[in-house]
């Protein structure tokens, strides 16, 4: 068989596998996907990531992420944050997964210009349930299609030892009695809770745990809810993560499953307001 036979045929394999995520990510609000890293990247990024671990500093509100190492790219800088430190290795991490993206029918979606450096030690605890959303206020809180995502490149194989994500699918669309009883997250009170608070560290049972191996790409939505396993083990889990955006909140023009109402009658000005903490427009 000739390369280019053998490319033709794993085309449809390739097209039928995202096509296959980008209905999870719709449904479920998460996918997992070959990230189609070049030979070596696994070892480049590795080593890249521990050095920057090295020489940074570790305070101790971290403590359930493990790390939040922030680094701006060169190309790709971030125009939010211009004070971060700038690395290369961030824009091959932001324009690598262009053709995932497009693929996956979310081109429209573009970095923020940083990657951040999440590892857990070993013998950390876990990562409370939290969701990343913080325009609650807003009516485009209910589009159905990826407004903000996240993604995530683990530099191990994850598991439950070692403190792989959990998730709790369809979260990012619909309201569950764990919203109501969550403190926002990182700075916005998560910092400060106690790992013997109830509702922040509850065996849900509707979560799951998502192993993911090193080289997979997994991209979810900002309204999901997720969280961690402790990391039991005795070696570091390293993810490299990174936000993007979708900058119009009209209806993206190929979208072709229903438009809820209160976006059809969204006001196009309304205004920004941080607000984590879901309202009105994430219902049961």
């Known amino acids: 068989m000739t390369q280019m036979s053998h490319i033709q045929e794993e085309q449809p394999r390739i097209s039928s596998e995202l096509t296959q995520a980008r209905q999870q990510l719709l449904k479920d609000g ?61 824009d091959f991490l932001i324009e690598h997964p262009a053709s995932i993206m497009s693929a996956l029918g979310m081109g429209d979606l573009k970095s923020g210009g940083v990657f951040q450096i999440i590892s857990k030690p070993p013998h950390a605890p876990a990562l409370y349930w939290h969701q990343d959303w913080a325009r609650w206020d807003d009516p485009i809180s209910m589009s159905p299609w990826p407004q903000q995502v996240f993604l995530n490149w683990y530099l191990t194989d994850t598991h439950v030892k070692n403190g792989c994500i959990r998730v709790i699918p369809g979260s990012h669309l619909r309201r569950l009695e764990l919203h109501d009883h969550l403190v926002q997250a990182h700075e916005a009170g998560g910092y400060d809770i106690k790992e013997t608070n109830e509702w922040m560290f509850i065996d849900h049972p509707n979560a799951i745990d998502l192993p993911v191996k090193a080289g997979q790409l997994m991209i979810g939505d900002a309204r999901l809810l997720h969280g961690t396993h402790p990391n039991r083990s005795t070696e570091r889990r390293t993810v490299l993560l990174g936000w993007y955006y979708r900058r119009s909140n009209e209806t993206p023009s190929d979208w072709q499953g229903t438009v809820p109402q209160e976006i059809i009658e969204r006001d196009p000005e309304h205004p920004f307001r941080f607000n984590r903490t879901p309202g009105e427009y994430l219902r049961a």
């Open 30 to 90: 998460f996918c997992l996907v070959d990230g189609l890293l070049p030979d070596g990247s696994m070892e480049r990024l590795r080593h890249w990531s521990d050095e920057w671990l090295k020489r940074s500093e570790h305070p101790p509100h971290w403590k359930y992420q493990g790390s939040d190492v922030k680094i701006s790219g060169i190309r790709n800088r971030s125009k939010r944050s211009p004070e971060f430190p700038q690395d290369e290795v961030v």
